[in-house]
């Protein structure tokens, strides 16, 4: 569910930063967890969900002081790659594969209720996305050579896999499970969509875009893509798409792209993230952030700079859907928050 405020109450503290001459930082507020920590959800400025590997679930309803734990039952060697949080006792979370399921709670994380299963060969969920309390999108990497697309309309309740104009992928072109944001939703017909592996490009509701972001293996393209949009819900033009080689996680060799016309045109940052990334987020229409293997970048310039603000290592960022707090999720169960020193 997208963050109908977070943007405009940025703007306004962003201001404030400046004003006293602040700069952005990175506090860990947890780690030694064994998981590896993809899914995050941030409500708002007190309720976090995490997601992650060995079936493990988190939870913090006082803006990351403390977190309750939670390995679900029957899904203990389970990676739950993605989480989508509505308040803090309903989430959905994204097992990856075969089977591949989908999963939802109503009562904070203590029951778990399988919503959707896929058995088919082959069948790897990589990430989902909502854009309200209602309509939500998952996709995985290609069966039978197009693009595996489901959707629900239902709050996740149940889910409808999507037969009709499924793109067709290219040979070694696929999905990265990395951190939830290679598919953003504004709508539901508005669908933003990027791969990576051989074959990079941007799929949109009105088409496919070939994407000058570092390509050509399985372990490069685009990992995520993010849309700045206004307050009432509306996606704009502007968009920011980042990633390169998890094998090279210092190599800034084309790892960020900007557009400011839909996709038509794209730029590479002056300055450029400080290597792989693999999650980029709006915080406002100037102010964006970006993590990966070896730290986190901001941007107060729309893309065009980016300064290395930390090198703790993340997977992936997010701000409050309600609210200003700003959160990333990493290895060994890091949790972490972006603060103004």
Known sequence: ???????????????????????????????????????????????????????????????????????????????????????????????????????????????????????????????????????????????????????????GETWKEIEEKRPVADSGEAFFAASGSNIRLFGSEKTFLVSGGTKSRLFTSSGVIDLPILQGKETTGANSIDVYHTINMKATKQMVVVGGDFNADSSTEKNCFITTNGGKTWKAPKEPPHGYRSCVEYLSKDDLLSCGLNGVDYSFNGGKNWQWISKEGFHVCRIAKTGTAIFLAGNNGKIGKVVWR
């Open 1 to 155: 569910m997208k963050k109908p405020f977070g943007i405009l109450f940025s703007l306004v503290l962003v201001s404030v930063q400046f004003l006293f001459a602040q700069k952005p930082t990175v506090e860990v507020l947890t780690t030694g967890n064994k998981t590896s920590l993809r899914g995050l959800s941030v409500v708002n400025d007190n309720v976090i969900w995490v997601s992650g590997s060995a079936g493990i679930v988190g939870k913090s309803s006082n803006g990351g002081k403390n977190w309750k734990w939670m390995t679900v039952k029957g899904f203990e060697k389970t990676e739950f790659r993605d989480i989508e949080a509505f308040d803090g006792s309903t989430a959905i979370i994204m097992a990856i594969a075969e089977p591949a399921y989908i999963l939802k709670t109503t009562d904070g994380g203590e029951n778990w209720k399988v919503v959707y299963e896929n058995k088919t060969k082959g069948m790897f969920l990589d990430a989902m996305d909502f854009f309200n309390g209602e309509h939500g999108i998952v996709v995985g990497d290609p069966i039978n050579s197009k693009i595996f697309l489901a959707a629900t309309a239902d709050g």
